[in-house]
């Protein structure tokens, strides 16, 4: 389905719903007042790369039970690419050498809101943005892998220039200064808010890309934008959290067990201090939910849905990645493969608004992304993409038609 066939469909799937709205309502008590019905639709945003890395580009996906389609692709450039979605909107994050952040409407795909810069001006070397981490619609908090300082961005801005607030988070102090440090940055991988906090993962890297650094985690209070006090280690001069594991790559807050941190470990075998660690965001107390003596492979991603249930891709090696379901309450003895998803390539997997797995398949036979319902672990559908799939991301858009 082309892109002028997807948002005709989209838009008179909308009306006939407003009208079956409509008709409903007639007939009824004459007294009761009338309320414009509001209308939600979810979306998938995902992030596409050639697999030569010589481009990439944004394909969308109305959300449906079945049969979903993603028409695209939007604004082919880098491959080097991620999205973030929030509301109606998307942000498309150029990285490394791209240092670009596009607004999208959803409802309008086809052309950027504003195109921003990442790097302030006579800024030298790529930022590398990472992630945009929001606070709510008018603030958000750029994570730049390559500086030391994340930005206090407003999302909501109409215009490219008014997009970052010229303040800043200084992260400086977590170079390591008396070991090897690469380039002299923190490598900020990873951020979530919570509870009006901001928490920042820090990889800490040497010159060879190896994890010898302890991983750290840095935390904000959203409302000052200063930097909170652990007081995690008696033994360091860092007001941060030190991990177990190392090499954190990604955040996420569950409720009823904290924020659940993934340590990828050494990028090779034997994986060295990969990990899912756990941090309490009242405490800031670190334990493991899978330590790195549970697994021999590297724990690449996760998705947990309750303090019983989760996901990982578990990585042997290159293109050998496999989904593995676990109860976090159990640990690394509870993992197993689903649906026999094992030595294939996964990019990315995150929960839909519906609580269902999306997850990127990288196949380059075909590829696409992989809708599980984690009820039964089935495969509900099988969402075709042009490119392959690397990042996924959801937005919504509310409409009273």
Known sequence: MNQPEFFSLRTNTLAALALTIGLTGCGGDSSSSTQDPVITENFGIIATAADDYTSGEV???AIEETGMQAPGGYFSGISDITV???GQHYYLIRKFNGDQVLKVDIENPGKEVWEASTLESGEQGSANPYQLVFVNESKAYLLRYGKNEAWVVNPSANR????FTGKTLDLSDYV???TDSQGDVVQMSAGA??????FITMQRLDSNYSPTNDGYVAVFDTTTDTEIETNASATDTMKGIPLIGRNPSNIQHVDGIGLVITNLGSFSAPFEGTSLDVVDPETYQVSSMIPDADIDTQINDVVIISPTEGYILNYAGWQSISLQSFNPSEGATSLATVNNLTG?????IELSPEGRLWLADATLSNPGVRVIDPSDNSQADFIETSLLPIA???????ANP
């Open 344 to 348: 294939m390539d996964f990019r990315d």
């Open 160 to 163: 490219a220039e008014d997009f």
């Open 84 to 86: 973030n979605g929030y």
């Open 59 to 61: 394909e969308l996906v």
């Open 176 to 178: 390591p200064t008396d």
């Open 392 to 398: 996924i991301s959801f937005g919504t858009v509310v």
């Open 193 to 198: 808010v919570v509870n009006g906090k901001l």
